[in-house]
């Protein structure tokens, strides 16, 4: 990561929605910071897997969001599996998705496979949704 960037990442030992974090600086104002990261957060809710009743960032999917001082944003997710049926319409739904979010400028989403993704990840939310207590 640059000084130019701001990160929120999810701890891959942790439950990734419920794990976020930021560090870096930014020439972007904190205060404006905060809601452009929150805003892509909710964002990001409202994607869901056509094949789970739970949206990717409760599941766990979203790894990392990078907003850099131009706005640029870079999302790094993954997938609940490679085979993933969804694996063509879900990173262009988030890029959708996060492109919409006031404030925000090119977003890149990037799949990646390290960590794999597991059931451990998933918030709370999720595995109430799932009924996977």
Do not use: F, H
Request: aromatic letters at 4%; hydrophobic letters at 40%.
């Amino acid at each position: 990561m640059t000084d130019d960037t701001k990160t929120a990442e999810a701890s891959p030992a942790a439950p990734a929605p419920n794990a976020v974090a930021t560090s870096g600086s930014s020439a972007i104002p904190a205060e404006e910071l905060g809601r452009i990261t929150d805003d892509i957060i909710g964002a990001l809710k409202t994607v869901y897997d056509p094949e789970i009743p739970a949206d990717i960032y409760e599941l766990g999917l979203i790894y990392k969001v990078d907003v850099a001082d131009d706005r640029a944003v870079v999302v790094d997710m993954t997938l609940t599996t490679p085979n993933c049926p969804s694996a063509q319409e879900l990173p262009i739904m988030v890029e959708n998705a996060v492109s919409s979010v006031a404030g925000v400028g090119p977003v890149t989403v990037n799949i990646v496979w390290d960590p794999p993704w597991e059931q451990s990840r998933m918030s709370d939310e999720a595995r109430a949704t799932l009924n996977m207590w």
